[in-house]
């Protein structure tokens, strides 16, 4: 399927882009080019081929589960205006 200037014309109103008469020729080759593309892929013959969740179908190399840091939380607490069963006491702000 190939596009012609009126039809590049006609989505470039519905898209809301201003193409000046310089820019039209050259959209439209790169459209022709996109559709042509498309039409090479949905040419290639997939039948027999399971659908990918995902294009890279592998398996990320996972870290073991470990804690790396030593709990400060008492230390940043102790310098907070108002802590309560290690929780930070804020103001009321919504009444």
Not at 43 to 67: F, M, N, S, W, Y
Request: proline share 6%; net charge negative; aromatic share 2%.
């Amino acid at each position: 399927m190939a596009l012609e200037r009126s039809d590049v014309e006609k989505i470039a109103h519905l898209a809301r882009l201003g193409l000046n008469e310089a820019e039209i020729p050259r959209t439209t080759d790169t459209l022709n080019s996109i559709l042509g593309l498309v039409d090479a892929m949905q040419a290639v013959d997939t039948d027999g081929i399971e659908p990918l969740a995902h294009p890279l179908e592998a398996t990320q190399r996972l870290r073991p589960d470990a804690v790396t840091e030593a709990n400060h939380r008492d230390d940043y607490q102790a310098i907070a205006p108002a802590v309560e069963n290690g929780l930070y006491l804020v103001p009321k702000v919504i009444e």
